[in-house]
């Protein structure tokens, strides 16, 4: 595999456009380049998500594995459900609002702060549209 150097500016901007952790920089260029993704084998994913447990807020239950994504000031950030949490950054939240805050410095409401997409499915949706 051939490997490229970029200067750290650029590294941060690829890091702050991966939607989760398990999204790789060269993920993030194939998006920016409009090139198609390639065929994720869907058992793999099936499988790298299995034994995670759901996280649970407020009585919505959000798989293991869950994607979250929010832009911000015109940054984009990410947190993923994993083991029972939101985690973003390493840091494991409670609430969608509480990571939000984490992102404003400001009272937010999470639920209409974050998009989410759920494992196996390709459509964002704002995470409120999920208590209802």
């Known amino acids: 595999m051939t490997t490229i150097d970029v200067d750290f500016e650029v590294f941060k901007e690829l890091t702050a456009r991966r939607r989760s952790e398990e999204m790789t920089e060269n ?20 499988a790298a998500n299995a034994g995670g447990v759901a ?17 911000y000031k015109g940054q984009q950030y990410s947190a993923i459900v994993k083991n029972g949490a939101l ?11 509480a ?3 984490s992102i404003t410095g400001n009272p937010v409401n999470g639920w209409r702060f974050w998009e989410c997409l759920l494992p ?3 459509k964002w949706k704002l995470a409120a549209e999920h208590r209802r």
């Open 99 to 101: 990571a939000a805050v």
């Open 27 to 46: 993920e993030v260029l194939r998006e920016i380049l409009g090139l198609t993704k390639p065929v994720r084998n869907s058992s793999a994913v099936a």
């Open 55 to 71: 996280w649970v807020s407020k009585g919505v239950s959000f798989p293991h594995g869950t994607e979250f994504r929010a832009t």
């Open 120 to 122: 196996g499915s390709t």
């Open 87 to 97: 985690v973003m950054n390493g840091k494991r939240y409670t609430s969608p609002s």
